[in-house]
């Protein structure tokens, strides 16, 4: 039969206000993370990222916290716009291999 | 600077046939990725390849995929025999080198949508 994919969780906001996405990483040996935006029908597309050497990265209206005490990571987008409407993944790279593992995923829905 | 490149971006085949989906790299980089996406999950890493050589395809099924990267031309994931359970969109992506975090990020391309009618 078919598979039935999970249901991502949704953050929702108004226009304008401040959006955080949050992930739980799994592996204490990754050393890099990178946020990924996903549109429908399109690829991953790269927003930010950050090395374990560092807490805290800033972009163009969004930054990124890494807590690797809790294995945490997320990501701020200011005023957030109706364009940012997408799916949120982030990706972590384990030491010592060359591939990036991803989270499940969040969906951003901003509202006017 | 044209990015990374699949194609086709969409594909239907019937139960049996074989599928083959193609990348090129950015200009430049010399690793590639595959990854798999099913609706409404995250990417699954599938392979990882340079030029003429597999260095991790711990992700891919263990019968009827297999991926290439010729030292001409595209990237090629083949699926043979395919099934319902293939369908899914498949994501391509390149880096630069090796040691990725070591200043390399990998950047996608837009997917290969294979439908399994």
């Known amino acids: ?112 | 600077n044209a990015g990374v490149m699949q194609n086709p971006r969409h594909l239907v085949r019937r139960r049996g046939q074989e599928a083959r989906l193609r990348c090129s790299p950015m200009k430049g980089h010399s690793h590639v990725y595959w990854y798999r996406q099913l609706p409404e999950e995250g990417l699954k890493f599938m392979v990882y390849l340079q030029k003429e050589n597999i260095i991790d395809e711990s992700g891919m099924p263990k019968e009827r995929f297999s991926a290439e990267f010729p030292k001409e031309g595209p990237s090629i994931l083949r699926i043979q025999q395919v099934v319902r359970g293939d369908s899914a969109a498949y994501f391509c992506a390149s880096s630069p080198s090796s040691s990725v975090g070591g200043g390399n990020t990998i950047y996608f391309g837009e997917g290969s949508w294979l439908t399994v009618v």
């Open chain 1, 1 to 112: 039969g078919e598979s039935v994919g999970l249901h991502l969780p949704t953050l929702s906001v108004q226009e304008g206000d401040n959006s955080i996405i949050n992930c739980a990483y799994s592996n204490s040996a990754s050393d890099y993370f990178i946020w990924y935006k996903q549109e429908s029908g399109k690829g991953p597309q790269f927003i930010i990222d950050i090395r374990s050497n560092m807490d805290k990265r800033q972009g163009q209206r969004v930054t990124v916290l890494l807590n690797k005490t809790v294995k945490h990571l997320s990501l701020q987008i200011a005023a957030t716009q109706p364009g940012d409407s997408a799916v949120y993944f982030c990706a972590e790279n384990r030491r010592d291999t060359d591939k990036l593992i991803f989270g499940t995923g969040t969906r951003l829905q901003v509202f006017p």
